[in-house]
Nanobody
Framework: VQLQASGGGLVQAGGSSRLSCAASGRILFINEMGWYRQAPGKQRELVADIISDGRTNYADSVKGRFTISRDIAKNTVYLQMNSLKPEDTAVYYC???????????????WGQGTQVTVSS
């Protein structure tokens, strides 16, 4: 299973950006997909995730500004980021909990990070 993230880049404070992450491979079932971020000198933290039944979770710091969504047919998760702040600057990582045709139990996979920089 591979996760390919795209989006991000340099954004001005107050602006918007959208991240996408597509899962590919011999996928049997995706239980959960999410986004984490890691700022310099800080631990990686959950930004938002979406469960197979549609339930979503958000970090308090992004509630009301970020929206996570998914396209089940495309095995893709999106993160719409609005009202961006300089403190949102980080490397954003896509994550998924997947049961594959090779490994039927759920395993966690990570995509490559994508940099989001918010200038003040």
């Amino acid at each position: 299973v591979q996760l390919q993230a795209s989006g991000g880049g340099l954004v001005q404070a107050g602006g918007s950006s959208r991240l996408s992450c597509a899962a590919s491979g011999r996928i049997l079932f995706i239980n959960e997909m999410g986004w984490y971020r890691q700022a310099p000198g800080k631990q990686r933290e959950l930004v938002a995730d979406i469960i197979s039944d549609g339930r979503t979770n958000y970090a308090d710091s992004v509630k009301g500004r970020f929206t996570i969504s998914r396209d089940i047919a495309k095995n893709t998760v999106y993160l719409q980021m609005n009202s961006l702040k300089p403190e949102d600057t980080a490397v954003y990582y896509c994550q998924a909990e997947v049961a594959s045709l090779v490994l039927s139990e759920l395993n966690t996979y990570w995509g490559q990070g994508t940099q989001v920089t918010v200038s003040s």
